[in-house]
T-cell receptor, first 110, second 114 residues
C-alpha cells in the first residue's frame, strides 16, 4: 500500500538540540496529523492540521501544513530524553483512511 | 491513555490457522478503523467500520474480515494465516461528526505467525 515519504529516516541528536522532519506526498490531503510511537505502543496523536498553510504548536512541537497540501513539517525544540521514539506523519482526505509515512526514528545521544 | 483497548496483547499462531482480535473504542466514538503495522513500517489501513457497516477498505484480501457491534466495539478476523501476516495490529476509534475526524489508537495486538 501507499506510504508517504518521511525524511530523515533516522536522527541522532544531543539533548537540547532542535529537530526538524518532513513528510511529502504525491497526492493532496486536507488533513495532516503527526503521531509519536513508543516501542510496543500504538501511535499517540501529537498535532492535527486542517488547513493549508496552518502552523500549529503543542508545547515544544510545531507543525505546518504545506501550501501545496502535499507536504507537512514537524519541528521539536530543545529536545529532551522523552522525545525518543518514532514519529509518523499521516494524511487524510475527508473522512477516509489515514495514509501513514515511513517514520522518522529519533535517538538522543547522551 | 486514549481509552481504546485491544486484546489480546500478544498472540502466536501457525500458518493456516484463524485469529480474532478485539478492540473497544473510546467512549462516545462510533467508528473503528483497523491498521496493520509490519516491523519497521508505518501502519497500513485495513478497513473501517461505522455503525456496524464496513465503510472503506484498504488493499487487503477477503480473508481479512471484521465486525462492529452495537456498543461500537469491533473484531478483526484473519483466516488462513500466512507468515507475512505477522505484524502489530492497531485499531483506532473516532467519531464522524463532520468533514474531519481524528483517530485515536489503541496499544495494538502483536501477532506472530510461525
Amino acid at each position: 500500500g501507499q506510504q508517504l515519504n518521511q525524511s530523515p529516516q533516522s536522527m541522532f541528536i544531543q539533548e537540547g538540540e532542535d529537530v526538524s522532519m518532513n513528510c511529502t506526498s504525491s497526492s493532496i490531503f486536507n488533513t495532516w496529523l503527526w503521531y509519536k510511537q513508543d516501542p510496543g505502543e500504538g501511535p499517540v496523536l501529537l498535532i492535527a492540521l486542517y488547513k493549508a498553510g496552518e502552523l500549529t504548536s503543542n508545547g515544544r512541537l510545531t507543525a505546518q501544513f504545506g501550501i501545496t497540501r502535499k507536504d507537512s513539517f514537524l519541528n521539536i525544540s530543545a529536545s529532551i530524553p522523552s522525545d525518543v521514539g518514532i514519529y509518523f506523519c499521516a494524511g487524510a482526505f475527508g473522512n477516509e483512511k489515514l495514509t501513514f509515512g515511513t517514520g522518522t526514528r529519533l535517538t538522543i545521544i547522551p | 491513555e486514549t481509552g481504546v483497548t485491544q486484546s489480546p496483547t500478544h498472540l502466536i499462531k501457525t500458518r493456516g490457522q484463524q485469529v480474532t482480535l478485539r478492540c473497544s473504542s473510546q467512549s462516545g466514538h462510533n467508528t473503528v478503523s483497523w491498521y496493520q503495522q509490519a516491523l519497521g513500517q508505518g501502519p497500513q489501513f485495513i478497513f473501517q467500520y461505522y455503525r456496524e457497516e464496513e465503510n472503506g477498505r484498504g488493499n487487503f484480501p477477503p480473508r481479512f474480515s471484521g465486525l462492529q457491534f452495537p456498543n461500537y466495539s469491533s473484531e478483526l478476523n484473519v483466516n488462513a494465516l500466512e507468515l507475512d501476516d505477522s505484524a502489530l495490529y492497531l485499531c483506532a476509534s473516532s467519531t464522524k461528526t463532520g468533514v474531519v475526524e481524528t483517530q485515536y489508537f489503541g496499544p495494538g495486538t502483536r501477532l506472530l505467525v510461525l
